[in-house]
C-alpha cells in the first residue's frame, strides 16, 4: 500500500510540538483496552474508528514506554516523519483508502518482540485531542520445537529431550504418550537470558512398559494461550528395562 510522506519544517515541527502538549479532549483512563495476539513477522492491524464529519483530524498512534513514543502521525492528508519513532520507520501505515469511512486503524508490518506494549491512537479536531483506542499488543514469538533422542548415562530406557528456542513470552514443556497421560519429566532449564526470547530445555526418559512407543512433545505459552507440539517414534526394540 502506497503512503503519502510530509516534509517537516522546524517552524512547522514547533507549532505542532505546541500543539501536542495542550490538554487533552479525553483521557485514555476513560477507554477500555482492547488485547490483540500476534506473532513475529507477521502483519497486524490495530484497530480504530472515529466519526468523519467536516475536515479530517490530525491522527496520532502512539506506544507508551518510549521516549520517542510516536509510531504513526498523520495529517494534512499526509503522514509525517519528524516524530515518528525510528523503530516504526517504514512499518507503520493507515488502511489509506477506507480513511474517508473513518477507519483510522494502524497496520504494523514485520512484527518484532519489542512490539508489544500498549498502543493510543488519538486525533486533533480545534486544538483539542481525543483519544479513540487503546490497544495491548501481545507479539509472541513460537518456532516449532525440536524432539530428539539423546545420549544417556541412566541405567536403561530412551532419554528424549525437547527443545523451544527463541520463544517469547517463556513456555512450559510437557512430554506425553498417545493416550494423552503426561509423562514424568526432568526439570526444564533456560538458556541464557534474553530480552527478545527464551530457549527451554527438558528432557524426559522413557521406560517400559509405556502405553504406546510414539512420544508427544507439547509446548504451551500460556500468557498468548498458544501450543505447538511435534512428536517422536520410538522403536520396540530400542526401549529397554
Not at 16 to 28: E, Q, V, Y
Amino acid at each position: 500500500m502506497a503512503t503519502i510522506y510530509c516534509s517537516f519544517t522546524y517552524s512547522a515541527g514547533l507549532l505542532f510540538l505546541l500543539l501536542l502538549f495542550s490538554p487533552a479532549g479525553s483521557a485514555s483512563a476513560d477507554i477500555v483496552p482492547q488485547t490483540i495476539t500476534a506473532h513475529v513477522t507477521e502483519t497486524v492491524v490495530l484497530p480504530c474508528r472515529i466519526t468523519v464529519d467536516g475536515e479530517f483530524p490530525t491522527v496520532e498512534w502512539s506506544k507508551e514506554g518510549l521516549k520517542e513514543n510516536i509510531t504513526l502521525l498523520y495529517r494534512d492528508g499526509c503522514e509525517t516523519f519528524g516524530m515518528k519513532n525510528p523503530a516504526f520507520h517504514y512499518r507503520t501505515n493507515l488502511l489509506l483508502n477506507k480513511l474517508k469511512d473513518g477507519n483510522i486503524s494502524q497496520i504494523i508490518y514485520n512484527l518484532r518482540v519489542s512490539d508489544g506494549g500498549r498502543y493510543h491512537c488519538r486525533t486533533r479536531r480545534e486544538k483539542q485531542w481525543q483519544v479513540h483506542a487503546v490497544i495491548i499488543l501481545k507479539v509472541g514469538a513460537m518456532p516449532e520445537p525440536k524432539l530428539t533422542v539423546v545420549p544417556s548415562s541412566a541405567g536403561g530406557g530412551v532419554t528424549l529431550e525437547c527443545k523451544a528456542e527463541c520463544w517469547f513470552p517463556e513456555p512450559d514443556i510437557t512430554f506425553h504418550d498417545d493416550e494423552g497421560n503426561e509423562i514424568t519429566a526432568e526439570k526444564p532449564t533456560r538458556g541464557p537470558n534474553s530480552t527478545e526470547c527464551f530457549t527451554v530445555t527438558r528432557r524426559a526418559v522413557v521406560q517400559t512398559p509405556i502405553n504406546s512407543h510414539r512420544v508427544t512433545c507439547r509446548v504451551h505459552q500460556r500468557k498468548l494461550n498458544q501450543t505447538k507440539k511435534t512428536e517422536i517414534y520410538i522403536p520396540e526394540n530400542v526401549i529397554t528395562n
